[in-house]
Nanobody, 126 residues
Framework: QVQLVESGGGLVQAGGSLRLSCTAS????????MGWFRQALGQERAFVAG????????SYADSVKGRFIISRDNAKNTVYLQMNSLKPEDSAVYYC???????????????????WGQGTQVTVSS
């Protein structure tokens, strides 16, 4: 099991930027793909971005392509989400999670992930 702690959320104006961090405990962090998801009030949790265990592969939801960048530093057991050109519709609680399966393609379904963090709130004002 991997314990995940997100940080970096906050209040930002539209057009601004934030960088989220997700730090993992445990030695197995580098074995797994990692994902960022978000959940707005009254909506289902949705995939935002994923990164392969090596960091060489990434995947993004269409709504954030070209604005968000996912990366990881395996030496620090940390995965990041750089969010640029933020929009009010990006407001949500952001979660990171670990893929339950070793290797394979980066997946986008919430049921493919486990060990969810507690989340960090991102609010974008217009």
């Amino acid at each position: 099991q991997v314990q995940l702690v997100e940080s970096g959320g906050g209040l930002v104006q539209a057009g601004g930027s934030l960088r989220l961090s997700c730090t993992a405990s445990g030695r197995t962090f580098t074995y797994y793909h990692m994902g960022w998801f978000r959940q707005a009030l009254g909506q289902e949790r949705a995939f935002v971005a994923g990164i392969s265990r090596s960091g060489s592969g990434t995947s993004y939801a269409d709504s954030v392509k070209g604005r968000f960048i996912i990366s990881r530093d395996n030496a620090k057991n940390t995965v990041y989400l750089q969010m640029n050109s933020l929009k009010p519709e990006d407001s949500a609680v952001y979660y990171c999670a670990r893929d339950v399966i070793l290797g394979g393609p980066i997946r986008q379904r919430t049921t493919s992930y486990d060990d969810w963090g507690q989340g960090t709130q991102v609010t974008v004002s217009s």
